[in-house]
């Protein structure tokens, strides 16, 4: 296991999550640098060991590299790089957050996604998927990856902004 790296995308992750965090929770501005930082850490890492799966970095680093992928959106020819190098290793990254990376690509590529992980807040101030290529699918694609049922995955949100508004 390649510790160095590991060290990296564990670093990588915590500010990732700590600007986003910052941007959602005080308006603070978005900082895409962030971002391209992270792309270009994915890239080197990649040049030098290929995607960083769990065997070869740990499950915590493979789920930061997963999320730094996930969030890649400012490099979109990058993040659809990294999703065929995580489809080439899906037996050994975290399959529900192949589910995301899979979906954000599609939605921005197609219009609509498979899994149904991407969602927005509507004019109900209620959680939804954007729009969903097979929806009598939909859970039935989410067990094939242990994820949970679609209706289960929206009312966590529910729950999630009922925390916050407390």
Same mark, same amino acid.
């Given at each position: 296991?390649?510790?160095? &790296? ?18 959602? #929770? #005080?308006?603070?501005? +978005? ?10 850490? *994915? *890239? ?6 290929? +995607? =960083?799966? &769990? ?12 999320? !730094? ?6 490099? =979109? ?5 990294? %999703? ?12 529900? !957050?192949?589910?995301? &990376? @899979? ?8 219009? @609509? ?7 927005? *807040?509507?004019?109900?101030?209620? @959680? ?12 039935? @694609? ?6 949970? =049922?679609?209706?289960?995955? %929206?009312?966590?949100?529910? &729950?999630?902004?009922?925390?916050? #508004?407390?």
């Amino acid at each position: 296991m390649n510790n160095k &790296i590991k060290k990296d995308l564990l670093k990588a992750f915590e500010r990732d999550q700590k600007m986003r965090k910052q941007s959602f #929770s #005080s308006n603070k501005e +978005w900082k895409d640098n962030v971002d391209i930082f992270n792309v270009e850490l *994915l *890239l080197d890492i990649i040049e030098k060991i290929g +995607w =960083p799966t &769990i065997t070869k970095v740990g499950k915590d680093a493979a789920v930061a590299a997963m999320v !730094l992928a996930i969030h890649a959106d400012v490099r =979109p020819d990058d993040q659809k790089l990294f %999703l065929k190098l995580i489809e080439d290793n899906l037996d050994d990254v975290p399959k529900h !957050l192949y589910a995301n &990376i @899979y979906d954000r690509v599609l939605l921005r590529d197609k219009g @609509y996604q498979k899994y149904g992980t991407q969602v927005f *807040l509507n004019t109900h101030n209620e @959680y939804e998927p954007y729009k969903i290529e097979e929806f009598t699918k939909v859970n039935k @694609y989410r067990k094939e990856l242990g994820l949970i =049922p679609i209706e289960e995955y %929206l009312e966590s949100f529910k &729950i999630n902004l009922d925390e916050i #508004s407390n």
